[in-house]
């Protein structure tokens, strides 16, 4: 056994592996041109619209979303925001197909708030409106074709933790896949 002086800095393998892939991934950064800081996501508890159908936001169930373009809406300074994870995708499906491109996708983040989900024959789960309950799309996995509904009925239901996410498929049905892996074709069929 070697002692070591106390005065001496121990560093374990992890810490130096940990920080090497940190430095790593902010030099990456840097030379891809991805440090651009993104905007941060906003309340809508405030008697907002849908930009998708109109519906106002905190009167209804279920997920929520907002995406920031790189020109915003013309009639206001920060994102299109929606009642539901299906309005998101669709109306941002919609606008890339005109030539718009999303900076970044939030939606409701039910890792992170405590959620309910009520009624017997129809279950529907609780809206989180609040900034902090918003996480961007790429950190999140989430469950299509759940028994559970949102304000426009089926909708796809956002966590970032997987194992979350499995378990909430396996109480209430459906299959979780990566945000980023959203199609039309999958909001469609959610939607049908």
């Given at each position: 056994?070697?002692?070591?002086?106390s005065?001496?800095?121990?560093?374990?393998?992890?810490?130096?592996?940990?920080?090497?892939?940190?430095?790593?991934?902010?030099?990456?950064?840097?030379?891809?041109?991805?440090?651009e800081?993104?905007?941060?996501?906003?309340?809508?508890?405030?008697?907002?619209s849908?930009?998708?159908?109109?519906?106002?936001?905190?009167?209804?169930?279920?997920?929520?979303?907002?995406?920031?373009?790189?020109?915003?809406?013309?009639?206001?300074?920060?994102?299109?925001?929606?009642?539901?994870g299906?309005?998101?995708?669709?109306?941002?499906f919609d606008?890339?197909?005109?030539?718009?491109?999303?900076?970044?996708?939030y939606?409701?983040d039910y890792t992170?708030?405590?959620?309910d989900?009520?009624?017997?024959?129809?279950?529907?789960?609780?809206?989180?409106?609040?900034?902090d309950?918003?996480?961007?799309?790429?950190?999140?996995f989430?469950?299509?074709g759940?028994?559970?509904?949102?304000a426009?009925?089926p909708d796809?239901?956002?966590?970032s933790?997987?194992?979350?996410?499995?378990?909430?498929?396996?109480?209430?049905?459906?299959?979780?896949?990566?945000?980023?892996?959203?199609?039309?074709?999958l909001?469609?069929?959610?939607?049908?």
């Amino acid at each position: 056994m070697v002692d070591q002086p106390s005065d001496q800095l121990s560093v374990s393998r992890r810490s130096v592996v940990t920080l090497a892939a940190g430095g790593l991934t902010l030099a990456l950064a840097g030379c891809t041109g991805e440090s651009e800081e993104l905007p941060a996501a906003i309340s809508l508890d405030d008697g907002q619209s849908c930009d998708a159908c109109g519906m106002v936001i905190e009167e209804h169930p279920g997920p929520t979303g907002q995406v920031f373009f790189e020109d915003e809406p013309a009639d206001r300074d920060g994102p299109a925001w929606f009642c539901s994870g299906t309005c998101t995708y669709t109306y941002r499906f919609d606008r890339e197909d005109e030539g718009w491109n999303p900076r970044v996708t939030y939606l409701t983040d039910y890792t992170a708030v405590s959620y309910d989900v009520s009624g017997d024959s129809e279950p529907s789960i609780s809206a989180h409106l609040s900034a902090d309950a918003y996480v961007q799309e790429s950190q999140l996995f989430v469950v299509a074709g759940s028994d559970v509904l949102g304000a426009m009925g089926p909708d796809v239901i956002p966590f970032s933790d997987e194992d979350d996410a499995e378990e909430f498929a396996s109480e209430y049905g459906g299959s979780v896949i990566a945000a980023t892996d959203i199609d039309r074709e999958l909001i469609d069929s959610v939607r049908a």
